[in-house]
Antibody, heavy 118, light 108 residues
Framework: QVQLVQSGAEVKKPGASVRLSCKAS????????IHWVRQVPGQGLEWMGW????????QYSEKLQGRVTISRDASATTAYMALSSLTSEDTGVYFC???????????WGQGTLVTVSS | EIVLTQSPSTLSLSPGESVTLSCRAS???????FAWYQQKPGQAPRLVIF???NRASGFPDRFSGGGSGTDFTLSISGLEPEDFAVYYC?????????FGQGTRLEIK
């Protein structure tokens, strides 16, 4: 069965960087894109960017451009999301999700809590 | 970017009632690449409707999606206790994917 398993919770200081992972299994990794979506406490969902599993092509949110980097290790069927220059406003839960081109996000990871605090 | 505005922000209803949630886009969604997600506390969102009107696996036929262009709806007929959650709309047509701010469906 399709699974996306994310890395564990992180606590970072302001100005630091964080790198999260999303291990995919149960499907052909190269045939889909992996997207990253975050949720600030008590707020809605914010799309951050995506990577195509096969080609490694990426696209980022304009708001986060320059601070976010999405990569993948196709041999390990794992996607990564790195976010730099962290502030308290980056505190939240970060999700990875598989996108089926015409059908949105059909599978999601369990989420990773990132806390930015001095 | 395409801004999605959901209404209302919160709805208080009783089990058994029916409801229609709305989402309006700031630009026309030409290909109908539009989805609805359900999120319960402490959980990841779940895909409910994709392609504006196609029900995702695991959701019963009391859930239905409709609309086109800039106006989309999610209808739930005969609310069950497990349906009370936050619902988000999403457009995945443009390069910059966007979500609505969510509608909270709570038990009266």
């Amino acid at each position: 069965q399709v699974q996306l398993v994310q890395s564990g919770a992180e606590v970072k200081k302001p100005g630091a960087s964080v790198r999260l992972s999303c291990k995919a299994s149960g499907y052909m990794f190269s045939a889909y894109s992996i997207h990253w979506v975050r949720q600030v406490p008590g707020q809605g969902l914010e799309w951050m960017g995506w990577i195509v599993g096969g080609t490694g092509e990426t696209q980022y949110s304009e708001k986060l451009q320059g601070r976010v980097t999405i990569s993948r290790d196709a041999s390990a069927t794992t996607a990564y999301m790195a976010l730099s220059s962290l502030t308290s406003e980056d505190t939240g839960v970060y999700f990875c999700a598989r996108r089926l081109t015409v059908a949105g996000y059909d599978y999601w990871g369990q989420g990773t809590l990132v806390t930015v605090s001095s | 970017e395409i801004v999605l505005t959901q209404s209302p922000s919160t709805l208080s209803l009783s089990p058994g009632e029916s409801v229609t949630l709305s989402c309006r886009a700031s630009q026309t969604i030409t290909r109908g690449w539009f989805a609805w997600y359900q999120q319960k506390p402490g959980q990841a969102p779940r895909l409910v409707i994709f392609g504006a009107s196609n029900r995702a696996s695991g959701f019963p036929d009391r859930f239905s999606g409709g609309g086109s262009g800039t106006d989309f709806t999610l209808s739930i007929s005969g609310l069950e206790p497990e349906d009370f959650a936050v619902y988000y709309c999403q457009q995945y047509e443009s390069t910059a994917i966007t979500f609505g701010q969510g509608t909270r469906l709570e038990i009266k």
